[in-house]
């Protein structure tokens, strides 16, 4: 299996609370992900990165922010969570652009 | 704008075949195939690229019909654990943002 890890696995916040999410990866792959799991309308990307402090906005990426400043981490923040934020976020890596995507166990989160 | 796959849920006997269809409305560089077991994460299937070239694994395969914008991932004599949700993801030239489709339910039955 992939090295991928994400941290916390659940987590229960208020709205207006800022959120930040972690994926660690040791396998020293270029590309990073963040993706959002709602039912019915299955993975939806928020933000990637291809590299050490680059990242570029998916289709979804209102309400979230990204930072890579090591190519092993890579965090997403909530700035100040709200209800629709409920979801499964699900980190992914790929050594290459159009290479495997491996994705992390999942966050389960839950705005109140 | 999400890919659409079809048909939305499909129920299948040990044995029986099926595919899987995923259509774009945008010029593909590449798609992606994978299935996702109820709680788990993804895992990957399949890989094609423009030009042919295709990653995955021996007992699946899928067809990339660029011109069509057209992807299919054919499930041939299916066994209990091909069971989970399908997802297609793909990708334009010159970006590497992956929209996935909203997935195809497989049910296998014994």
């Known amino acids: 299996d992939a090295g991928i890890t994400q941290s916390p696995r659940h987590k229960v916040t208020e709205t207006g609370t800022p959120v930040t999410l972690r994926c660690h990866q040791t396998e020293n792959h270029r590309y990073m992900y963040w993706y959002r799991q709602d039912p019915g309308h299955g993975l939806r990307l928020i933000h990637y990165s291809y590299g050490v402090k680059d990242t570029d906005k998916g289709e979804v990426s209102d309400g979230y922010s990204v930072s890579r400043s090591k190519t092993e981490d890579f965090l997403l923040t909530l700035e100040s969570a709200t209800s629709s934020q409920t979801s499964v976020y699900f980190c992914?890596?790929?050594?290459?652009?159009?290479?495997?995507?491996?994705f992390g166990a999942g966050t389960r989160l839950s705005v109140l | 704008q999400q890919p659409v796959q079809s048909p939305q849920a499909v129920i299948l006997r040990e044995g029986e075949d099926a595919v899987i269809n995923c259509s774009s409305s945008?010029?593909?560089?590449?798609v992606h195939w994978y299935r996702q077991k109820h709680g788990e994460a993804p895992v990957f299937l399949m890989i094609?690229?423009?030009?042919?070239e295709q990653k995955g694994h021996e007992k699946i395969s899928a067809s990339f019909n660029e011109k069509k914008q057209q992807s299919s991932l054919y499930l041939t004599a299916s066994q209990l654990s091909y069971s989970g949700t399908y997802f297609c993801g793909t990708a334009t030239s010159g970006t590497y943002k992956y929209i996935f489709g909203t997935g195809t339910r497989l049910k296998v039955l014994a």
């Open positions: 992914a890596i790929s050594e290459g652009g159009s290479d495997i995507q491996y």
């Open positions: 945008k010029a593909l560089y590449s």
């Open positions: 094609l690229l423009k030009g042919g």
